[in-house]
């Protein structure tokens, strides 16, 4: 399963009506409640705000709303993106400004299934991994070079200077096997491992 981290909007006009789709990060299931209430913010009196999430490790828990179109024209297109995309802990928003025109049953699942198809073919996209976080001590000669090795294998999440220098790095695997060559000149300790968001 994917996730995201930060909020997302792609907007298409179909038939003189305006669809705004806003993908939220979910950190629980009971958060759909204020990223409705930030959408209708962000974008009032529009005429629906109609949505779908999906939230647990497998997606397990599903919510969908029409908010006024016929009934299974908006939240469940919405919902079925969400599913092929094989996405969780997100919810999609789509928010439309009627033009005028009407689209129809066909039309609408199509108009909402796209703009949410499109806003989540632009989205970064994380996957939950097990990282492991070390400890580096080593003499500032050897920066230039650890610090490409540190970024090519994981990532520095804290710097400290001294006589010495200091990373707290998360690495993508519980070797440091890419750091042969200068082991004889570093002082590590691994610290502990955690699940951790890292981009596809």
Known sequence: ????????????????????????????EKDYQTCLEDAKI???????????????????????????EPSRTAGLPIYDVLRHHDVTNIMIIVVRYFG??????????????????????????????????????????LAGKLDQLFDAN??????????????ECLLNEDNILFLDQYKHLIKYKRINSVDELVPV
């Open 42 to 68: 962000r974008y009032p009196k529009a005429t629906h705000y109609t949505h779908a999430f999906v939230y647990g490790p497998r997606g397990e828990h599903a919510h969908m709303d029409d908010d006024g």
């Open 100 to 141: 005028g025109i009407k689209l129809g049953a066909g039309g609408l699942i199509r108009a909402y299934a796209s703009v949410s198809a499109e806003l989540l073919n632009d989205i970064v996209r994380y996957e939950m991994k097990r990282v492991y976080r070390y400890m580096f001590t080593f003499p500032y000669a």
């Open 1 to 28: 399963m994917y996730y995201i981290k930060e909020i997302v909007a792609h907007e298409m006009v179909i038939n003189r009506s305006r669809f705004i789709a806003l993908a939220y990060p979910l950190t629980n």
């Open 154 to 167: 994981g990532v520095v999440i804290h710097r400290s200077f001294s006589d010495t220098l200091t990373y």
